[in-house]
């Protein structure tokens, strides 16, 4: 930053041998070709953490991933769909206040759901989804709402293990570990709160209320 008048200095540029330059390679879905595929430790590899071959999915962190969500309204996928979590546990406090019911979805006229969307292996129990745990989401992750996802074809290169035609979620859940998460499971949550919707506000007000005590 310089000063308009003198061109002073305010802050001066550290020294060279301060900082050495270096910089980072990122494979992401050519791994192949890291050279660390082939001559190191693979678990290393810089391309997906929940890779097979590097075997640290970002679900142990966030409860869910991109390899079990996908895209919604967008890259060819979904392009008709409601862009809407369905409510699974309406009890639960995370819906304190909004008045819904299971089986109701909120947040598609603001398209809540939609480009990357990440989502966690599921199964159902007593006609709930719940995870399988298989893919790192915590045991104590409880699913609230669900909308289907899915990979775009070309993404499989991505992943050498990925089956093509599966479908997934854009998973919304929260888990204790220590701490409380909550993940929303999609980049456009916020595109609710822009539109006002009353349902993701209030949501995201039972959210800071909880864990700002």
């Given amino acids: 930053i310089r000063n308009n008048k003198s061109g002073a200095s305010l802050f001066n540029r550290p020294s060279a041998g301060i900082f050495k330059r270096r910089s980072q390679t990122c494979w992401k879905q050519w791994y192949n070709v ?9 678990k290393l590899l810089s391309t997906l953490w929940s890779h097979h071959l590097v075997g640290r999915p970002e679900n142990l962190l966030t409860g869910v991933g991109f390899l079990f969500g996908g895209y919604h309204r967008s890259h060819g996928q979904f392009i008709d769909g409601s862009a809407a979590f369905e409510v699974h546990r309406p009890e639960h406090w995370i819906f304190e206040g909004t008045k819904l ?7 598609g006229a603001d398209t809540i759901v939609g480009y990357e969307c990440d989502g966690c292996e599921l199964m159902m129990k007593d006609g709930l989804p719940v995870p399988t745990h298989r893919d790192g989401t915590p045991s104590s992750f409880t699913v609230l709402g669900t909308c289907p996802a899915r990979w ?6 991505w992943y050498d293990e990925f089956p093509k035609d599966r479908v997934g979620n854009a998973v919304m859940g929260v ?26 506000t209030r949501i995201t007000k039972n959210i800071i209320d909880r864990l700002s005590k």
């Fill in 175 to 200: 888990y204790t570990q220590g701490g409380t998460v909550f993940t929303a499971g999609t980049t456009d949550w916020a595109h609710g709160l822009r539109g006002n919707d009353p349902v993701v």
């Fill in 101 to 107: 019911n299971r089986g109701d979805h909120f947040g």
């Fill in 152 to 157: 775009a074809p070309g993404d499989s290169v």
């Fill in 34 to 42: 890291d050279p660390i595929y082939r001559d190191g430790d693979q």
